[in-house]
């Protein structure tokens, strides 16, 4: 189990670096569209795995180690598949920013091709090809010689000017405290169905429900990417109302006696969760 949290734990890391990826390589306008499609594919894709295990299980009585293979085969393909996509042209982290004391100068392109002076930077309106757009050449401070401080340095800008928005700071506070939540959730839920109807004397769904809650999860994210809401205003009341149906939920599934009821309070707090965590993202 510990070495099984170890993977997870560098798999769910990889997440970000994902998310990462897509918002580097499409417009800001694209972006509640995009946080629908990949969290609802990604969804969509367990519950057909989902599906396949319940089957193979059930009709096929299939000896659970093979699942395991069939997931190492699976992230490997999705690994080799990741290596062939296209690298963005633009970071979304170390952005220059333009000095307001004094107005950069505009340089034609092939003028920009020229060796800059020292001293100076060249930075871009849009962080494109220089065949695409002039840049600028602005006065700033000579940096640290040293790399690793001058992007130390940077970092610590950049996290002071994200985090001094509350509303940012909520939603991130929430990310961290529900993600915690919902991981220890799906590793010991199997446990507490197992707990509420033994194996060894019940017909075992447990394949089936996941298929179900992560499906509902699917739509519930792909609806966030149209589903047209000022989030600035109605953000926190939507975390707080939301939060507390999960929190009914889990109270539900420990303290009912009905696995059904157990497998009910689960299809709501997964849906609850991949709603919002597409809105946080």
């Known amino acids: 189990m510990q070495v099984l949290e170890f993977f997870y734990g560098m798999v769910t890391a990889t997440e970000v670096a994902y998310y990462a990826y897509i918002y580097s390589v499409v417009s800001p306008e694209h972006y ?7 969290r609802s594919i990604t969804l969509v894709a367990y519950t057909l ?3 396949l295990a319940q089957l193979l299980v059930s009709l096929a009585s299939l000896p659970y180690f093979y699942l395991n293979v069939i997931s190492l085969v699976s992230v490997s393909m999705a690994f080799l598949f990741s ?12 952005h220059a920013k333009p000095r307001t004391d004094a107005p950069p100068k505009p340089l034609e392109k092939d003028a920009v091709l ?10 871009c309106q849009e962080q494109v090809t220089v065949s695409e757009t002039p840049c600028y050449v602005q006065l700033r401070d000579p940096k640290p010689e040293n790399v690793a401080l001058r992007v130390f340095v940077q970092w610590l800008q950049d996290l002071k000017e994200c985090y001094s928005s509350k509303r940012l700071f909520y939603w991130s506070l929430w990310w ?4 915690a939540g919902y991981n220890q959730i ?9 707990y509420k109807a033994p194996s060894q004397s019940s017909e075992i769904y447990n394949g089936a429900v996941e298929a179900i809650a992560t499906f509902g999860g699917a739509m519930a994210a792909f609806a966030v990417g149209y589903v047209k809401v000022n989030w600035d205003l109605l953000g926190e009341l939507a975390l707080a109302v939301f939060s507390v149906v999960s929190a009914v939920s889990l109270f539900l599934m420990h303290y009912t006696t009905s696995i059904w009821a157990c497998y009910a ?5 997964k849906t609850v969760y991949m709603l919002l ?3 946080a993202v």
């Open 83 to 94: 290596l062939f996509l296209p690298m963005p042209k633009k970071s979304l982290f170390f």
């Open 265 to 269: 309070g689960y299809l709501i707090f």
């Open 49 to 51: 795995a989902s599906v």
């Open 186 to 194: 799906l590793n010991y839920v199997q446990v507490l169905w197992d």
């Open 114 to 123: 020229e060796e800059p002076q020292k001293g100076h930077e060249l930075v």
């Open 32 to 38: 509640q569209k995009v946080s629908g499609y990949c």
């Open 176 to 179: 961290a405290l529900s993600t």
């Open 277 to 279: 965590i597409t809105i």
